[in-house]
Every structure is written in structure tokens, then in C-alpha cells.
């Protein structure tokens, strides 16, 4: 299914389709810290590979961004992405930008949280279009303005308005 025409869910159906459950108590620490070191790592490698390397920069920028929203999940409601990871991640931002809570919780920037779906989004196809070029000179030298772009304006923007979220719940308990 093309991510453009994803539908807005239910959580309550990615649930019951396995797509997505609640962490369990026993599992939860573990899920938060690899998804908080993950998405670090991934966001050092674009960082380090936007010159030599622009078309993995591209790849490690998305997966920042992907593990930073799993983390968002996990940390706030419990969520474990379990099937179609990355199309399920994005259909979850998009159903919890609905939430009540999260509405309070985030008043002034809900605005920001809004554009965070389309972003991952944007971001996806981006990946996509990147992991197969044939790595000749000119697509290089184009990949590597393309990625230190995607990197400044998408990657970046998108983790610091997820950590602005990450410390604001940590600031609500």
C-alpha cells in the first residue's frame, strides 16, 4: 500500500490486527533504551556520512527519525510497533495527533506535533527513493546536496521536535 493513501486508524484495529500491542512492564525499560540509543546512532551516521557516504546518510536520517517516533510511542502510551513497522508507525502518529491527552500535554506546539506524521512520511519516500541509486558521479555529487538538505531541514527539525515531547512528559509525571 503506496503510504500516501494510508488511512486514518483506529488504534483499537492495528491492535487487534497485531500491528501494533502494549509493551509489557517486564520488557519496558529495554524497549525505551534501545530505541534511545537507536535513533542517536542512526542520526550520528547520517551526520558523519553526509559527504562520503550521501546515500546512507539519507537511509540513517529516516531510520533517526523512525526509531525516535517508536520511542515516542513507547515512552508515552506503551505502543510496540509489531507488523508493517514503518507504514504502522506512521499510522500511529496520526491517530494519537487525535488524542485528548495529547492535546493537553502538548497545547502550544500541537501545531509542530501535526506536521510530525507528514514529515516521517516525506521522509519514507525520501528513503526509498535513495537506497537503489547506482552511485555514479553525478548522482553522488546530487545525492550529496540532497542529503545535507533532507538532513538540516527534515531529520534534524523532526528529532528536536520529538525530544521537545520526550521532555515534556518527562515533565508532567
Same mark, same amino acid.
Given at each position: ?5 494510508i ?15 502494549r ?37 540513517s ?12 510511542t513507547?515512552?508515552?502510551?506503551? @505502543?510496540?510497533?509489531?507488523? $508493517?513497522?514503518? #507504514?504502522?508507525? /506512521? +499510522?500511529? &502518529?496520526?491517530?494519537?495527533? =487525535? *488524542? ?7 497545547e ?5 506535533f ?21 552511485g ?7 545525492y ?6 533532507? @538532513?538540516?531541514?527534515?531529520v $534534524?527539525?523532526? #528529532?528536536?521536535? /520529538? +525530544?521537545? &515531547?520526550?521532555?515534556?512528559? =518527562? *515533565?508532567?509525571?
Amino acid at each position: 500500500m503506496p503510504i500516501n493513501t494510508i488511512k486514518m486508524v483506529k488504534i483499537e484495529v492495528l491492535i487487534k490486527e497485531g500491528k501494533i500491542s502494549r509493551i509489557k512492564e517486564t520488557e519496558l525499560d529495554r524497549y525505551i533504551e534501545f530505541f534511545a540509543e537507536s535513533y542517536k546512532d542512526n542520526l550520528n551516521h547520517s551526520k558523519v556520512n553526509l559527504d562520503a557516504y550521501p546515500r546512507w546518510a539519507i537511509i540513517s536520517g529516516y531510520y533517526a527519525m523512525h526509531d525516535i517516533s517508536k520511542l515516542l510511542t513507547a515512552k508515552m502510551y506503551r @505502543f510496540k510497533i509489531e507488523r $508493517e513497522v514503518h #507504514i504502522t508507525t /506512521i +499510522k500511529v &502518529l496520526r491517530e494519537l495527533i =487525535k *488524542d485528548e491527552n495529547m492535546l493537553k500535554l502538548l497545547e502550544e506546539g500541537y501545531e509542530e506535533f501535526q506536521g510530525l506524521a507528514d514529515d516521517l512520511d516525506e521522509a519514507k519516500k525520501e528513503r526509498v527513493k535513495v537506497q537503489y541509486y547506482t552511485g555514479s558521479y553525478f548522482l553522488k555529487e546530487k545525492y550529496k546536496e540532497k542529503a545535507k538538505g533532507f @538532513f538540516n531541514d527534515v531529520v $534534524e527539525p523532526f #528529532i528536536e521536535k /520529538i +525530544k521537545k &515531547l520526550l521532555s515534556e512528559d =518527562k *515533565d508532567d509525571r
